[in-house]
């Protein structure tokens, strides 16, 4: 709240406008420098360096690949395919918001710009995959993702 009660927007406390746009060549760097870390970290524990990580996300160049920025500073991403075999499913492959950002609609955004983008192309479902333990399965259904009942993860230990 404000000194005289009213509720502060983003502005007034100290934030500046997020501005959501695509990736390019240039903004690799700061992707996979925040993929890095925010990976590294719990429940992901990831072990990326700079290098495989530039890899992992060069990757998405070529696809939708969006960037949050808050002035200067990149706050999140988003990695994203259109499914080669039919144009009406596409999934989201990466999300990242930084750790000291969360909780500021910065992860709504990114995926509501991402289904607008696809929605005017005429697709139909977007499709991710999550860890159930990973906040960012309450995230997603905050934001009106299911389970999709039809399909379960598998694997096999070798
Ligand atoms: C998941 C993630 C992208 C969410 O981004 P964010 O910018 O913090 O989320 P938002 O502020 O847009 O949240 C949207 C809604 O989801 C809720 N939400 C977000 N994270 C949540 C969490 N960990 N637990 C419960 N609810 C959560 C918010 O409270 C908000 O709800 P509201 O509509 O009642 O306000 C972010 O936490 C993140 O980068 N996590 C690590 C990476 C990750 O797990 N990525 C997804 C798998 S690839």
């Given at each position: 709240?404000?000194?005289?009660?009213?509720?502060?927007?983003?502005?007034?406390?100290?934030?500046?406008?997020?501005?959501i746009r695509k990736a390019k060549?240039?903004d690799?760097?700061?992707?996979?420098?925040?993929?890095?870390?925010?990976?590294?970290?719990?429940?992901?524990?990831?072990?990326?360096?700079?290098?495989?990580?530039?890899?992992?996300?060069?990757?998405?160049l070529?696809n939708e690949l969006y960037v949050?920025?808050?002035?200067?500073?990149?706050?999140?991403?988003l990695?994203?395919?259109?499914?080669?075999?039919?144009?009406?499913?596409?999934?989201?492959?990466?999300?990242?918001?930084?750790?000291?950002?969360?909780?500021?609609?910065?992860?709504?955004?990114?995926?509501?710009y991402i289904?607008?983008f696809?929605?005017?192309?005429?697709?139909?479902?977007?499709?991710?995959?999550?860890?159930?333990?990973?906040?960012?399965?309450?995230?997603?259904?905050?934001?009106?993702?299911?389970?999709?009942?039809?399909?379960?993860?598998?694997?096999?230990?070798?």
């Open positions: 709240m404000g000194n005289n009660g009213t509720r502060m927007n983003a502005d007034e406390r100290g934030f500046t406008k997020v501005k060549k240039g690799l760097k700061k992707i996979a420098e925040l993929f890095r870390i925010e990976s590294a970290k719990k429940p992901y524990f990831e072990k990326y360096t700079i290098h495989t990580a530039i890899k992992e996300i060069s990757v998405y070529h949050a920025f808050e002035g200067e500073e990149l706050v999140g991403f990695a994203s395919l259109m499914a080669i075999d039919d144009n009406k499913r596409a999934h989201v492959k990466e999300l990242w918001v930084k750790s000291d950002c969360h909780g500021r609609s910065i992860g709504r955004s990114l995926v509501r289904e607008n696809y929605q005017r192309k005429g697709v139909k479902y977007v499709a991710l995959t999550t860890m159930k333990t990973a906040g960012a399965f309450k995230f997603y259904k905050k934001i009106g993702y299911r389970e999709n009942k039809k399909f379960v993860s598998m694997g096999k230990k070798l």
